[in-house]
């Protein structure tokens, strides 16, 4: 998915690591890439007072709540 249009959270790689900890090198654990994906969703927003549909992360989701309740 693309990236969020709020705050620019995007996606982000890190490794998969498997339960096989320590010992020599001949027994160490597996590791793996894999990516790390933010939670995206295509909303229609409020912003500066006109409806907007943007892509937007769900943390930024409940903060943009949190603020029109105050």
Known sequence: MSKCDECGKATTFGRNIQYNHGGKWFRRAPKTN????????????????VV??????????????????Q
Do not use: E, S
């Open 34 to 49: 894999r990516t790390f994906k933010p939670n995206v969703h295509r909303q229609n927003v409020i912003k500066n007072g």
């Open 52 to 69: 907007v549909k943007m892509h937007i992360c769900t943390r930024c989701l409940r903060t943009l709540a949190k603020r029109a309740v």
